[in-house]
């Protein structure tokens, strides 16, 4: 049974698998007229097999084991029906906890399909109300709910594609006769997506699509379930998402082009299957990258559908060509900066020359040895010299009248423990650290530690210690902070060693600096009565680490809402009234604390 408004038209806010910016969505958001309170009722017969309250996440979740076993999932909850609330805020006041996970013996919390196990609400991470709902099987994989032929869904349209990528994957290959990405955007000619143009390329290449799909009478964005890339009418490539198992969600960094999700904040799916992508819902053709070597076209058909068989199909040409070795013909005065950018395996420089024949050599300097290389090719009046970084890691290049300076520190393989240690820092790397092989690139920036492009996925914790410079005042309110593009600073933590130093683990590269906090949070009231009390909390830095409360000496939940900054209280006994002598503490990441003391 639908767990909404049952057997009623029904509206999805996200469907399974969309892509979201750290992780495949599990289930499907289901809308609930925007707002809280609506009933929730158990899918089909079951027991109660797990109870989870977390300030992020799932909020209030409920887990729902049935006889076939399935497990229901319902998640974001404004609150349990009574017989489970009752064993919640039990538990929570024996525990001394809000949050909490219980597993209440089988059948001591039992349900009939149609019964109602709660009322949907906007708790944990949820962006806004709605009812997040998973079935999973019994090997913990989660599956498309919409296969499950609910009718209450109604979609008859098809997907939209917005654009698509291709990405030259070696150093020898080109698109339109150039080295990187290439963005292109196709138009809907009838019922199917065309680019007319066709594309000049040659060698090993990977095609990325930006795209989503719709429902009948929703402006929401879905994930695509079904995806075909075909080359002159043989599959190379398609995926799959009908189930997928809860350790491969952090792939989708590996599944997307993060970089450009970082940058952009679009979403590019990649039709192709990088080397550290284990996702067990492709199939793909030599990992679904094409290798243009004729000067043939070449027929690709790209085609989309949903769990309702609603089809979109995207159509273009790409001619093969063969570009000729570019050579140095004359020296030109330089102007432009040069500056270089990693690909995959190679790193790619640009500088400028008012030269119209050819620019000049560069020489990459490796240890005591200097490689001369001309230019890969021209665009306007820049020119891009293309290095392989498998051939050895430059410590510089010399063009354009300047020697530009990598930061490379070693060439780090995926799936083995790995230590790193430079002047400024040491990295640890486990065997889970990294999707592909790493080009690690450390800076020291003024205060700021550049580890490695911030645009490079970690599939699980790289373990960092960094090496201060001078003496930290206060080094029990001073940690690790990761600094976003738009300069905000992200608590990341860290213990101090006995030589200065202090160690954290982090699952994203980024640019980290030290700094202190010495500023308490701040509580505010917000509303008081017999039945309860509400504050509002923040943190200018660090962020809430943790807080209590207790009234006349004795343990008080609190409930907490970070997405509100709201604690509101919640009495074991509700005939009650709140009344004594009260006291919050707040404390912040860095140790700082905040405390209330009143009269109730």
Not at 209 to 232: M, P, Q, R, W
Request: contains cysteine.
């Amino acid at each position: 049974m639908f767990p909404i408004k049952p057997g009623k038209p029904n509206y999805l806010a996200g469907n399974m698998g969309e892509l979201r910016a750290t992780h495949f969505h599990a289930g499907i958001d289901i809308k609930t007229e925007g707002r809280e309170g609506l009933p929730v009722y158990a899918a089909a017969d079951g027991y109660v097999s797990r109870i989870k309250v977390s300030t992020t996440g799932y909020g209030n979740a409920l887990y729902l084991t049935h006889p076939n076993g399935f497990t229901t999932v319902y998640a974001h909850l404004l609150s349990f029906s009574k017989p489970i609330a009752d064993y919640l805020i039990e538990n929570q006041y024996r525990n001394e906890s809000f949050e909490i996970e219980l597993c209440p013996a089988e059948n001591q919390f039992t349900f009939k399909k149609g019964e109602v196990i709660g009322l949907s609400g906007n708790s944990g991470s949820s962006g806004g109300p709605h009812l997040h709902f998973e079935i999973r099987d019994s090997l913990e994989q989660f599956l498309d709910p919409l296969l499950f032929g609910f009718t209450e869904i109604a979609d008859r349209v098809p997907a939209t594609i917005e654009k698509i990528a291709i990405t030259t994957m070696d150093i020898n290959s080109r698109v339109n006769g150039a080295f990187g990405r290439f963005e292109f955007k196709p138009v809907l000619q009838g019922k199917e997506y065309v680019i007319n143009t066709p594309i000049e390329a040659k060698g090993v290449l990977g095609i990325e699509l930006l795209a989503y799909d719709k429902a009948d009478y929703t402006h929401n964005k879905y994930g695509i379930s079904y995806l075909e890339l075909k080359v002159d009418g043989k599959e190379v490539f398609n995926h799959n998402i009908q189930k997928m198992h809860f350790k491969d969600a952090r792939s989708i960094l590996i599944h997307t082009n993060f970089e450009e999700s970082q940058k952009s904040g679009k979403r590019y799916q990649k039709l192709y299957v990088d080397d550290g992508n284990n996702i067990n819902i492709y199939h793909a053709t030599n990992n679904g990258k094409i290798n243009i070597g004729d000067t043939l076209e070449h027929h690709i058909e790209i085609k989309l559908w949903d769990v309702n068989q609603n089809q979109r199909k995207l159509t273009f040409k790409i001619k093969g060509n063969k570009n000729q070795p570019f050579k140095v013909e004359g020296k030109g005065s330089e102007a432009s900066v040069a500056y270089y950018n990693v690909l995959e395996n190679v790193v790619m420089v640009s500088c400028g020359s008012d030269n119209s024949k050819g620019g000049s050599l560069a020489n990459f300097y490796i240890g005591h040895k200097t490689y001369e290389l001309n230019p890969a090719y021209k665009i306007g009046n820049e020119f891009i010299y293309l290095w392989d970084l498998r051939s050895g890691l430059p410590d510089s290049v010399g063009l354009c009248t300047q020697t530009l300076q990598f930061g490379f520190s070693g060439m780090i393989p995926p799936g083995k423990e790995y230590n790193v240690s430079t002047r400024h820092a040491d990295l640890r790397f486990s065997e889970n650290t990294l999707f592909d092989t790493l080009f690690l690139d450390i800076k020291k920036i003024n205060q700021m530690y550049k580890i490695q492009n911030p645009h490079v996925p970690l599939m699980d914790n790289i373990y960092l210690t960094l090496r201060p410079e001078g003496e930290i005042k206060y080094k029990d309110k001073t940690a690790v902070y990761a600094i976003s593009p738009d300069n905000a600073y992200y608590y990341e933590g860290g213990s101090w060693n006995t030589d200065g130093s202090i160690s954290f683990k982090t699952k994203y590269f980024s640019y980290f600096v030290i700094a202190t906090d010495t500023i308490a949070p701040t509580i505010k009231f917000a509303d008081k009565s017999h039945a309860g009390v509400k504050f509002l909390i923040d943190d200018q830095l660090s962020g809430i680490g943790n807080y209590s409360a207790t009234l006349n000496g004795k343990w008080l939940l609190m409930n907490y809402d970070y997405k509100r900054k709201l604690l509101w209280s919640d009495q074991l006994d509700k005939a009650v009234p709140l009344k004594g002598k009260f006291e919050l503490v707040v404390t912040d990441n860095a140790g700082n604390q905040k405390i209330i003391k009143a009269t109730l």
